[in-house]
């Protein structure tokens, strides 16, 4: 019997899982992959907003200034990195230009007082490499760069380390409420007195195998990116944001944490819900935009590409249904500002869980006297990485610069790598300009006998 059961492991999961335990629930983490972040939380842009053009009044905007405010509460303690680059909203466009005005209304509307609008000759002070033709733009200070795996991996290592379990490769067959939930899955039964759905692409999946009904239904929305190699990293230093158009935010060209520098996502909808596959036209059409935006970039070479699967729904706004007589909690329809949004999301649903129905203050405290603050992998370029102390056992990926000892750190502890996804997540190994070419037969010798 536990006290709630999480379905899904991905960002919003993961972090619901950790405000359950602190908040002293027995909790159970269930995901049917080999690995957590296996779903749409391995594909994003790894920002963390402050909510500057989220929905007026919205729980998204709630949920994002939570996010985020815990996020900067907890980060050190867990170990976790932020480059606070900033971002700017740019103008191409006199149409576009004749919106900024707006988007710093918004802004300030939205509690982010330090949003400005910025003159074309301010932006190319700040930012030299961007091409001219930039008309203005709208200066967002708070915008900051984040590792979108490092932060879900300590939240449920949190979790794990102060008592929840999880499950993987277990899939949610079927649940029936008598008082307690009675769940069928591909492991076993389990019991729970209350359920949590944080299925993502799966959410209404999951709704309809235990209410028989679904409040909301995932259209899946694949985003491609391009990864330019690290040398392309010194002509960007801030977040580059487009105005935003009515079906998506459009296409953005930032840094990395990591060293890189990213243009993306596309917005395509498809029906199916596993596979993201890129496609060379729209890779070559985001090339063209990065390089219209940023000459430099024109012949740099291309480190990866890839691409991630949004849980969009019918509707733009998060799709979050609560049935206190059946202690079912619903999280869905949570897109791109989902990273930074979990905590707030998290506390949403404990706010939920009490009955409160009030919007989140967070961070909340905890009632764990002294609870167990694990350390996320090091792997922010700007961060001293572990290749620099001594005894680190050696090189195995020289792109990415990941060691031994990180890589066995990874196979071990309370939530080890089960796929070689997984692996990359936690390491970055084989993620770097030759894409595991000269590192994937250590990587095989280290990893033989540890993956599903």
């Known amino acids: 019997m536990f006290d709630v059961v999480v379905v899904g492991g991905g960002v919003v999961g993961c972090a619901v899982a950790r405000r359950f335990t602190l908040q002293g629930a027995r909790v159970l983490l269930l995901e049917k992959a080999a690995d957590i972040l296996s779903g749409a939380s391995k594909g994003n842009s790894a920002i963390l907003h402050t909510g500057f053009d989220a929905p007026a009044d919205s729980l998204e905007l709630a949920c994002i200034q939570a996010g985020h405010a815990e996020y900067l509460a907890i980060r050190e303690q867990l170990g976790l990195p932020l480059r606070a680059s900033g971002a700017i909203v740019a103008a191409w466009s006199a149409e576009q230009a004749q919106a900024l005005p707006r988007i710093v209304a918004a802004a300030h509307a939205n509690g982010v007082a330090d949003a400005r609008e910025i003159t074309s000759a301010e932006i190319l002070h700040r930012e030299p490499g961007l091409s001219p033709a930039v008309l203005g733009g709208v200066l967002v200070p708070g915008e900051a760069l984040i590792d979108p795996w490092s932060a879900p991996l300590a939240y ?228 001293t990485r572990d290749w620099q102390a001594p005894d680190h056992g050696e090189i195995i990926c020289h792109c990415e610069m990941v060691t031994r000892r990180e890589i066995e750190a990874a196979l071990a502890g309370p939530l080890p790598a089960r796929d070689a996804g997984g692996l990359k997540r936690r390491t970055r190994a084989g993620m770097g300009r030759c894409q595991g070419f000269y590192c994937h037969a250590s990587l095989a010798a280290l990893t033989a006998g540890r993956f599903a």
């Open 156 to 383: 449920l290592l949190q979790a794990l380390e102060n008592g929840a379990e999880v499950r993987r490769q277990t899939e949610l067959y079927s649940g029936t409420f008598s008082g307690i939930w009675n769940l069928q899955t591909s492991t076993g039964a389990v019991q729970a007195k209350t359920l949590i759905n944080c299925a993502g692409l799966y959410g209404d999946v999951v709704e309809e195998r235990l209410l028989g009904a679904t409040h909301f239904t995932i259209r899946p929305r694949k985003g491609q990116f391009v990864v330019f190699d690290k040398a392309a990293a010194k002509h960007l230093g801030t977040i580059l944001l487009p105005v935003p158009e009515a079906h998506t935010k459009g296409i953005v060209l930032t840094p990395t944490i990591f060293g890189n520098l990213l243009v993306g996502p596309t917005a395509e909808d498809q029906e199916d819900r596993a596979r993201a596959a890129t496609d060379e036209g729209s890779l070559r059409m985001l090339v063209a935009r990065a390089e219209a935006m940023l000459p430099a970039l024109r012949g740099m070479p291309v480190t990866a590409a890839y691409a991630g699967i949004r849980p969009a729904t019918e509707e733009k706004h998060y799709r979050v249904r609560h049935e206190p007589a059946q202690n079912y909690i619903a999280l869905g329809g949570i897109r791109s500002t989902g990273l930074t949004a979990a905590l707030g999301l998290a506390a949403h649903a404990w706010a939920l869980h009490n009955g409160t129905q009030s919007l989140i203050r967070a961070p909340i405290p905890a009632p764990i006297a002294f609870p167990i603050w694990p350390q996320a992998p090091r792997l922010a370029e700007h961060d």
